[in-house]
């Protein structure tokens, strides 16, 4: 079992970048592969970024790919999302997840693959 709590969200203006954190609980967080996602209103929870385990594959949505980057620090049990030249479309609530298996290219993208996942933080970007 792991908890998860994401932070770093906020109001920022287009051209911005913003780093937000998601600290796990337990001591077995280096055995779960991460991923973020959001949601913006009406629309579906959709990948953002993920990462394996040992952190050597990363993985990211053609929409941030070049602006957003995935990493992790398993000494803090912390998954970072590093987000820079943020636009208006980047809007949304943000969530990591956690899943304590060895993931595919594919079921990295899925949220249902994913057992465990935080409260969300709100990314608001003005234009």
């Known amino acids: 079992q792991v908890q998860l709590v994401e932070s770093g969200g906020g109001l920022v203006q287009a051209g911005d970048s913003l780093r937000l954190s998601c600290a796990a609980s337990?001591?077995?967080?280096?055995?779960?592969?991460m991923g973020w996602f959001r949601q913006a209103p009406g629309k579906e929870r959709e990948f953002v970024a993920g990462?394996?385990?040992?952190?050597?594959?990363?993985d990211s949505a053609d929409s941030v790919k070049g602006r957003f980057i995935i990493s992790r620090d398993n000494a803090k049990n912390t998954v970072y999302l590093q987000m820079a030249t943020l636009k208006p479309e980047d809007t949304a609530v943000y969530y990591c997840a956690a899943v304590p298996q060895f993931l595919t290219s594919a079921t990295r993208r899925a949220p249902g693959t994913y057992n465990f996942w935080g409260q969300g933080t709100q990314v608001t970007v003005s234009s």
């Open positions: 990462i394996s385990q040992s952190g050597d594959e990363t």
């Open positions: 337990g001591r077995t967080f280096s055995s779960y592969a």
